[in-house]
């Protein structure tokens, strides 16, 4: 019998799902560069990760939008 996830863990699952489904409307919004290839410094990678986290919250905002029908 499978085991049935803790609801701690069935809601860290559902966010997680939301996190993927938003994260190529994520990644559009942010507008980053890609790497080809090159390594970034620590100072880079946090100032794209701010980035990303500000699209993120903008996808999130959006997609809340559009499924209440505003």
Known sequence: MPEQPTPGAAELQQKYRQFLD????????AGLPASEGRLFSEDQIEARAITVR???RVARSV?????SGS
């Open 54 to 56: 500000a699209a993120y």
């Open 63 to 67: 997609a809340k939008e559009c499924l």
């Open 22 to 29: 938003l994260l190529p409307l994520t990644i559009s919004l």
